[in-house]
């Protein structure tokens, strides 16, 4: 038998990215790299740093905590306080220096390239350049077969605006809302009047959330009708936040170093670079110096701004009811099934980036408990998702079930996390399947769905008779 049709399909395992949500998308990978089956594939570690340059990784790195424990090293990019950074607050601009990062922790590949080092990519890129559709653009361009959505749904399914207009079109029930530009909220001079307009529109409490975000990054609940709250979440929402000179002042060293830290965080505060007014600070040193020196001759507010900032945000009603995760598969075309939800049962506490992906802070009960034809209602709604944006492979549906037995659908998506405590393996667990065996399934659906709908796809039609040779 040709050695070349029994050796592992190599797999890139794209991980990273320059998303808010790269720390998720690099722990994904890092399941996705231990899961494969090692008799069908071959891992490729692909990091793609927040410069969106493409890094063979050296696969060490791989059991590393979080992106910023080794790029760029702490040794050799020391910051104020020794608060690590990422890449994109090295701003000298030279490509060159850049590349001595890179090669301290792999090699930089060209997209042109890709085809030397894998045969399909896995995509556990989240957010922004990950899950909507330019990276899937990036790779049918270059004839590369990739898992999970194609470029429309993954296009539709990271915007938050338009799917509320998709869904109310097709009769799913999803929160009323209303949307908030930054330009509107930074403009306007009577804040309560908005305050009022936004409990006339949607109710109160509501949920502020960035329009492209996921991983519960930006989220906020509003509970009274309070301007504080509200201007502390919408501000939360834009990535943006304001500091006043009798907070700066009562604030110890340590105090700040712990507000830079936080700020410093892609998950949690609103990141580097960030602007004042028109000036750009790309490092806390230099932002630290920046607000000491402005508060030290005047009293007045600062404004700092993300240079990531989001253009307008979504402001919802707040759905009182047990909140739930779908896994839906496509087994083959045509034929989709949604797995056994999941019940997140978090009490009091928000379910956000911490309580989401850190153990231990919310329960998660899979299947969760109701009566047989609910649980059938809730996986029929989200197979009903998965058809109206078109999604291929997989995707998770998050929503509510209020004690009126009404079922809310929001925030689709095309990309999930994979970390060891997902939802996506507790579901699968449930049709006994394992990880190995659902990232297999993952590969060999994708490559089917890719044959589908790109029949240029010279090398697509090979490589699956190749993987269905290797299974049998």
């Not at 929160?175 to 006339?200: A, G, R, Y």
């Amino acid at each position: 038998m040709n050695n070349a049709t029994t050796a592992p399909i190599k797999v890139g395992v794209f991980l990273g990215g320059s998303s808010r949500e790269r720390e998720i998308s690099f722990a994904s990978g890092r399941t996705v790299y231990d899961h494969l089956d090692r008799k069908l594939f071959e891992p490729v570690p692909i990091f793609v740093d927040s410069l969106r340059n493409f890094i063979l990784l050296n696969w060490q790195y791989l059991y590393q905590g979080t992106i910023r424990e080794f790029y760029p090293s702490v040794s050799t990019f020391p910051s104020v306080f020794g608060i690590p950074l990422y890449i994109e607050s090295l701003h000298d601009g030279d490509a060159q220096h850049t590349e001595k990062f890179i090669e301290t922790i792999g090699k930089k590949i060209e997209a042109s390239d890709f085809h030397k080092h894998f045969d399909i990519a896995f995509l556990c890129l989240n957010g922004p350049y990950g899950e909507d559709g330019t990276i899937q653009g990036l790779l049918e361009w270059y004839e590369i077969p990739y898992s999970g959505a194609g470029i429309l749904p993954s296009a539709l399914g990271i915007n938050k605006v338009f799917q509320k207009k998709l869904l109310k079109d097709a009769g799913i029930l999803t929160p009323s809302s209303m949307i908030l530009f930054q330009k509107e909220w930074l403009s306007v001079t009577n804040k309560k009047d908005l305050l009022d307009h936004i409990i006339t529109t949607v109710g109160l409490p509501f949920v502020v959330k960035s329009s492209i975000q996921g991983s519960s990054i930006g989220v906020s609940m509003v509970k009274n009708q309070c301007m504080d709250e509200l201007t502390t979440a919408v501000n939360r929402g834009f990535f943006m936040e304001k500091i006043d000179f009798h907070t700066w002042n009562r604030y110890t060293l340590e105090d700040k170093k712990v507000w830079l830290n936080k700020l410093t965080d892609v998950r949690e505060g609103i990141g580097f670079p960030v602007c004042i007014k028109e000036q750009v600070f790309y490092t806390p040193s230099a932002l630290l110096a920046y607000m000491e020196h402005h508060f030290a001759i005047e009293k007045t507010n600062i404004l700092l701004i993300s240079t990531e900032a989001e253009e307008e945000i979504v402001i919802e009603a707040f759905i009182n009811g047990r909140e739930f995760s779908c896994i839906v598969l496509e087994e083959k075309k045509g034929n989709i099934i949604a797995l056994p939800p999941t019940e997140i049962q978090k009490g009091e506490i928000p379910f956000d980036y911490r309580a989401k992906y850190l153990p231990g802070i919310v329960r998660k009960q899979t299947p969760m408990c109701l009566p047989a034809d609910m649980l059938h209602t809730i996986r029929k709604n989200a197979v009903s998702l998965f058809t109206l944006l078109n999604c291929t492979v997989y995707a998770r549906i998050d929503g509510f079930i209020t004690d009126n037995e009404d079922i809310f659908l929001n925030d689709p998506n095309t990309t999930v996390g994979m970390n060891p405590s997902s939802f996506f393996f507790h579901q699968a667990a449930e049709i006994g399947l394992n990880p190995t065996q659902l990232l297999t399934f993952i590969i060999k659906r994708s490559l089917e769905a890719r044959k589908e709908a790109y029949k240029g796809y010279l090398t697509v039609s090979a490589l699956l008779e190749r993987l269905l040779k290797m299974l049998s």
